[in-house]
T-cell receptor
Framework: DAEITQSPRHKITETGRQVTLACHQT?????MFWYRQDLGHGLRLIHY???????NKGEVSDGYSVSRSNTEDLPLTLESAASSQTSVYFC???????????FGPGTRLLVL | DQQVKQNSPSLSVQEGRISILNCDYT??????FLWYKKYPAEGPTFLIS?????DKNEDGRFTVFLNKSAKHLSLHIVPSQPGDSAVYFC??????????FGEGTQLTVNP
């Protein structure tokens, strides 16, 4: 069955370290998204991609970067982790630019 | 600027009764609305959607109502079941744009 996976599921890191969160989908969706979930804020868009070599900033993109070298993967990199980036991160993909997005199980990141 | 707001962080109902979750939005250009359900330690899953050309969409026990003049949508769950206990997010988009999510409402259905 097609799916979307994230790894690692849990990560503890120190401030200043570079961290990369992986996202892999097997639906062959062109559109992929990264969100963070924080209490009181819901899901906020970090970066998104509409296809290979396409990346765009979302509403909370500072301190994060993404790259899209193939259809299946959209890794999220925290260049220099900060305590404010402690959060739960969700990757999603969709067939259409607007409409139903399918989410991965999430990565819980703790920055000490 | 929170364009999609869910003003109730939590809601508790008895099994078998109706659950009504509410969502307000400020952007009149939004034309597509969705509800997602999220269980602990899992990603959100799509529940139901509605286009702005409709005012109601029904799928089994779940019905979404859209009141464009009030910029308000609601999700009705009838009858509520303990397995419905989850966080519910509403989301909205304009044609060609990304989804904007609300803060979420924790629904607890008591047996």
């Amino acid at each position: 069955d097609a799916e979307i996976t994230q790894s690692p599921r849990h990560k503890i890191t120190e401030t200043g370290r570079q961290v990369t969160l992986a996202c892999h989908q097997t639906w062959n969706h062109n559109n992929m998204f990264w969100y963070r979930q924080d209490l009181g804020h819901g899901l906020r868009l970090i970066h998104y991609s509409y296809g290979v070599q396409d990346t765009n900033k979302g509403e909370v993109s500072d301190g994060y970067s993404v790259s899209r070298s193939n259809t299946e993967d959209l890794p999220l990199t925290l260049e220099s982790a900060a305590s404010s980036q402690t959060s739960v991160y969700f990757c999603a993909s969709s067939r259409d630019r607007v409409g139903t997005q399918y989410f991965g199980p999430g990565t819980r990141l703790l920055v000490l | 600027d929170q364009q999609v707001k869910q003003n109730s962080p939590s809601l508790s109902v008895q099994e078998g009764r109706i659950s009504i979750l509410n969502c307000d939005y400020t952007n009149s250009m939004f034309d597509y609305f969705l509800w997602y359900k999220k269980y602990p330690a899992e990603g959100p899953t799509f529940l139901i959607s509605i286009s702005s050309i409709k005012d109601k969409n029904e799928d089994g026990r779940f019905t979404v109502f859209l009141n464009k003049s009030a910029k308000h949508l609601s999700l009705h769950i009838v009858p509520s079941q303990p397995g419905d206990s989850a966080v519910y997010f509403c989301a909205a988009s304009t044609s060609g744009s990304r989804l904007t999510f609300g803060e979420g409402t924790q629904l607890t259905v008591n047996p």
